[in-house]
T-cell receptor, first 112, second 116 residues
Framework: NAGVTQTPKFQVLKTGQSMTLQCAQD?????MYWYRQDPGMGLRLIYY???????DKGEVPNGYNVSRLNKREFSLRLESAAPSQTSVYFC???????????FGPGTRLTVT | DAKTTQPPSMDCAEGRAANLPCNHS???????VYWYRQIHSQGPQYIIH???NNETNEMASLIITEDRKSSTLILPHATLRDTAVYYC?????????????????FGTGTQLKVEL
């Protein structure tokens, strides 16, 4: 039982490049989330997925797209990366009781 | 979700109890108090949550005042590994499909430093 996994762990992009951040959970949870965390700040929600086949915008969705590929996987895509998207990205899933969110280890993204 | 107020930083000696306060004066009747922590460079970790009764688990205790406007997270015997940012969050319980909150709203939390 690996919990929530994310790939890659680190990534450097040039402005305008695109990439997809991958997230998978093996806990059979319905709801999944993408957050970003800028230095010295709390987490901000980018997108979330209440269940397979549905996605919704969070607080800071601009510049991102998501795909809930199946129940296990929830990916985040940057179509044209900008320096303002330099951040640490965390994926999370929500327990059935709705009490705890389980977080992945994060992807550290730098856009130059 | 109701807003919370936490001190930006606290220090604690190893082996002593760490008491982290949180104010949530606008909490609604159906909102729970959750605590998470984030150890440097790692993803946040769930610690404990409660509605109005005090709660205890293997990690910590949560004391909620009778009027529910504030709470305290207690780490009974802090160790160096407890050095982290601690977040107090209030939200409706349950997942999105059951009418609960759709996200956690993280503030800036309390940086707890446990020292020898």
């Amino acid at each position: 039982n690996a919990g929530v996994t994310q790939t890659p762990k680190f990534q450097v992009l040039k402005t305008g490049q695109s990439m997809t951040l991958q997230c998978a959970q093996d806990m059979n949870h319905n709801s999944m989330y993408w957050y970003r965390q800028d230095p010295g700040m709390g987490l901000r929600l980018i997108y979330y997925s209440a269940s397979e086949g549905t996605t919704d915008k969070g607080e800071v969705p601009n510049g991102y797209n998501v795909s809930r590929l199946n129940k296990r996987e929830f990916s985040l895509r940057l179509e044209s990366a900008a320096p303002s998207q330099t951040s640490v990205y965390f994926c999370a899933s929500l327990s059935y009781r709705g009490s705890e969110q389980y977080f992945g280890p994060g992807t550290r993204l730098t856009v130059t | 979700d109701a807003k919370t107020t936490q001190p930006p930083s606290m220090d604690c000696a190893e082996g002593r109890a760490a008491n982290l306060p949180c104010n949530h004066s606008t909490i609604s009747g159906n909102e729970y108090v959750y605590w998470y922590r984030q150890i440097h460079s790692q993803g946040p970790q769930y610690i404990i949550h409660g509605l109005k009764n005090n709660e205890t688990n293997e990690m910590a205790s949560l004391i909620i005042t009778e009027d529910r406007k504030s709470s305290t997270l207690i780490l009974p015997h802090a160790t160096l590994r407890d050095t982290a940012v601690y977040y107090c969050i209030v939200r409706v319980a349950g997942g999105i499909l059951t009418g609960g909150g759709n996200k956690l709203t993280f503030g800036t939390g309390t940086q707890l430093k446990v020292e020898l």
